[in-house]
């Protein structure tokens, strides 16, 4: 399994972002997929996440109503738009796929079995 973020980069606070994460190695619909961030010196901390089909979603507080998450599994794509970021939000950005067939959304880390190599989003105020 394989998962390649793209899509990250320097925006001034209030702009926009879409992050994609390919995944290659696995069938879409059977791994739930997570995004997860981490800034220097803090811990990785959960984003948002999505279930294998797509019908499940879920959301760190802190980007509620503010970023979605989305997938094309026909494409074995997962996607993160990021609406009104703020300087908070600068950190890499990962993207974690769970074991196969656990299809539901999870929010730690030690529930994904997969990681990309992140890319690098920065707000500047």
């Known amino acids: 399994v394989q998962l390649v973020e793209s899509g990250g980069g320097s925006v001034q606070a209030g702009g926009s972002l879409r992050l994609s994460c390919a995944a290659s190695?696995?069938?879409?619909?059977?791994?739930?997929i997570g995004w997860f961030r981490q800034a220097p010196g803090k811990e990785r901390e959960f984003v948002a996440a999505i279930s294998g089909s797509g019908d499940s979603t879920s959301y760190a507080d802190s980007v509620k109503g503010r970023f979605t998450i989305y997938r094309d599994n026909a494409m074995n794509l997962v996607h993160l738009r990021m609406n009104s970021l703020k300087p908070e939000d600068t950190a890499s950005y990962y993207c974690a796929a769970r074991g196969r067939n656990f299809v539901r959304p999870a929010t730690t880390t030690r529930e994904y079995n997969y990681w990309g190599q992140g890319t690098q989003v920065t707000v500047s105020s």
């Open positions: 190695g696995l069938n879409g619909d059977d791994y739930a």
